[in-house]
T-cell receptor
């Protein structure tokens, strides 16, 4: 069974304090790794998709990295508005109907 | 209106009521999904529809009945629910495997 584990469960940072969120998974073959941001009471908002080892994508203060061993979402010099829950999801090759398996998320709080 | 729209945003129902959740996507996608999000749990896939045909039912109890009259609209009919069914119900759509799933804002359901 496909499984996604995110760590840490919760992370408190001071404004400007950089850190990384980790996503680990067990799938037989990865079609894609997805990162979403979710604010309280709202649906997940798409951030990045990574498809192959060595791929990196950036958006403002966020950088997503996928290597053979590491899957990180790095946040550089965060601001309070970056506070949200960050969700990692994987889509295996064998999936039908574009099934995504999600982790529980990392709840990020950035204090001013 | 753009994106994925869900109505109602909030719903309170008794265990003997019958209600329906509605999802509409304006993205021209051909696949639509229902997910359930409970506190401290990952998003759980419930149903998948491709070109109006149900392609996946993730062992969902029969008190949840989906309907997809066309590629733009998706309904979730609810009857004789249990208090443990209280959760955020999210609708998503995509244009195909490996592509981004776009989510609606969700319906917060409380079953009394």
């Amino acid at each position: 069974e496909d499984q996604v584990t995110q760590s840490p469960e919760a992370l408190r940072l001071q404004e400007g304090e950089s850190s990384s969120l980790n996503c680990s998974y067990t799938v037989s073959g990865l079609r894609g790794l997805f990162w979403y941001r979710q604010d309280p009471g709202k649906g997940p908002e798409f951030l990045f998709t990574l498809y192959s080892a060595g791929e990196e994508k950036e958006k403002e203060r966020l950088k997503a990295t996928l290597t053979k061993k590491e899957r990180f979402l790095h946040i550089t010099a965060p601001k309070p508005e970056d506070s949200a829950t960050y969700l990692c999801a994987v889509q295996p090759f064998e999936t039908s109907g574009s099934r995504l398996t999600f982790g529980e998320g990392t709840q990020l709080t950035v204090n001013p | 209106e753009t994106g994925v729209t869900q109505t109602p945003r909030h719903l309170v129902m008794g265990m003997t009521n019958k209600k329906s959740l509605k999802c509409e996507q304006h993205l021209g996608h051909n696949a639509m999904y229902w997910y359930k999000q409970s506190a401290k749990k990952p998003l759980e896939l419930m149903f998948v529809y491709n070109f109006k045909e149900q392609t996946e039912n993730n062992s969902v109890p029969s008190r949840f009945s989906p309907e997809c009259p066309n590629s733009s609209h998706l309904f979730l009919h609810l009857h004789t629910l249990q208090p443990e069914d209280s959760a955020l119900y999210l609708c998503a759509s995509t244009s195909g495997p490996g592509n981004i799933q776009y989510f609606g804002a969700g319906t917060r359901l409380s079953v009394l």
